[in-house]
């Protein structure tokens, strides 16, 4: 009897749209749950910003009942005050499903790239692309949900490559001795 799926969103940061992909895994089967994107308004406070991106993705986490997260890590070269706002739209995409009692899991983008389409430079639209290919079902409007469901095609391939090396990593640990 074969295992259930698991069901996971990938969530691409952001602090103006934050992108999530909601797909089912089962063994190397993929399939399109939802996807979308949570604005924030830019003329609120930055506090009141990150506000409505936890709202909104705490919203998405309890209607779809992921059972893991993933989060693509970020890497900005640019001005520091625009890393610092990212630095902390994603502490959110951390925190919201942290606090939903998920595992979440970071990817780097190159290797979400490399993972859906081969080359890890590669386009927004390639990317794009790509998901309608795994994702026939798949209707992202916006490259941030694109990219989320990027993020989750790539925590679907990579899971139980981490859970074996997690699982080897604390059997190679000696026992605690209680005296």
């Not at 993933?70 to 919201?96: C, H, K, W, Y």
């Not at 998920?102 to 386009?123: D, M, P, Q, R, S």
Request: glycine share 8%; proline share 6%; net charge positive.
């Amino acid at each position: 009897m074969p295992a259930p799926p698991i069901r996971i969103i990938g969530i691409d940061p952001g602090l103006r749209n934050m992108g999530w992909g909601v797909i089912d895994a089962a063994g190397s089967r993929l399939s399109f749950v939802a996807c979308g994107s949570v604005a924030s308004d830019e003329r609120q406070t930055p506090a009141e910003r990150l506000c409505e991106l936890h709202g909104g993705l705490s919203r998405v986490v309890e209607v779809h009942g992921p059972h893991e997260a993933a989060v693509e890590e970020t890497f900005v070269n640019r001005d520091p005050q625009s890393a610092l706002r990212l630095g902390q739209a994603r502490g959110v995409a951390l925190l919201v499903p942290s606090l939903a009692g998920l595992l979440v899991a970071e990817y780097a983008a190159n290797l979400i790239k490399k993972t859906v389409v081969g080359v890890g430079h590669a386009g927004k639209d390639q990317i794009a692309m790509m998901v309608k290919v795994l994702l026939p079902a798949s209707n992202a409007r916006t490259p941030d949900a694109a990219d989320a469901l990027a993020v989750a095609i790539t925590h679907a391939q990579y899971r139980a490559a981490r859970a074996l090396v997690e699982r080897s990593t604390a059997a190679a640990r000696p026992a605690k001795v209680r005296s």
